[in-house]
């Protein structure tokens, strides 16, 4: 290795390595970002909770997330898709308020 070499070794490897360590850390802090495609199921079409939904798909639009309002038979059908595969996160909106929960099995 020439001398030149080894001097451009020695500045740009403890750089690199630090560089590397900085981004390790501070990926440790970082919150990834919110999805922008939710969904929601609300119970039947002419239910209260359906109107909810429908009105927060209007709001959080004006935000750039996409909400799907998923009509269903009602609260036992709506505990069955929170326990569907692929589902990262569950909110709850009842008479009590909101209710947000990890899954038991993440």
């Known amino acids: ?30 919150q990834p970002a919110p999805p922008r495609e939710i969904t929601i199921a609300t119970g039947d ?11 927060y798909r209007d709001i959080l639009a004006r935000n750039g997330i996409t909400l799907k309002v998923k009509s269903t ?7 069955k898709l929170l326990d569907a595969p692929g589902v990262v996160s569950m909110w709850r909106l009842s008479r009590e308020g909101w209710e947000i929960r990890t899954p038991r099995r993440c």
Request: glycine content about 8%.
């Open 1 to 30: 290795m020439s001398k030149k070499s080894r001097e451009h070794l020695k500045i740009y490897l403890p750089s690199v390595i630090i560089a590397i360590l900085g981004f390790v850390i501070a990926y440790q802090f970082v």
């Open 45 to 55: 079409e002419k239910g209260a909770y359906h109107a909810f939904g429908l009105r």
């Open 73 to 79: 038979a009602g609260s036992v059908e709506n505990i």
